[in-house]
Nanobody, 121 residues
């Protein structure tokens, strides 16, 4: 049973920072592409960032490029999303995703339960 558990969400003022964490269990973590998605109220889930198996390659949505950084520590089975210069439009539930073969917007073999991020203006 694969489990992804996100943490680190919360309420922050515009311009502030948050770091999301995702703990993965039940599989060989280093074999999976990892990513972050988000879903705002009334909107579809959208891709935010992805990282390859070794951590040497990353890919970001244009809306977060230069502000967010995805990283992973394979020996700890952890993936992170550092979010800086947050904007009210970043408000959403953020989901961690894992995939065995796909990297980017189409990934999503496994999902976490989500963590709420709220950015006040």
């Amino acid at each position: 049973q694969v489990q992804l558990v996100e943490s680190g969400g919360g309420l922050v003022q515009a311009g502030g920072s948050l770091r999301l964490s995702c703990a993965v269990s039940g599989r060989t973590f280093s074999n999976a592409y990892m990513g972050w998605f988000r879903q705002a109220p009334g909107k579809d889930r959208e891709f935010v960032a992805a990282i390859n198996r070794s951590g040497s390659g990353t890919y970001y949505a244009e809306s977060v490029k230069g502000r967010f950084t995805i990283s992973r520590v394979n020996v700890k089975n952890m993936v992170y999303l550092q979010m800086n210069s947050l904007k009210p439009e970043d408000t959403a539930v953020y989901y961690c995703a894992a995939d065995d073969t796909r990297f980017g917007e189409r990934m999503g073999d496994y999902w976490g339960q989500g963590t709420q991020v709220t950015v006040s203006s």
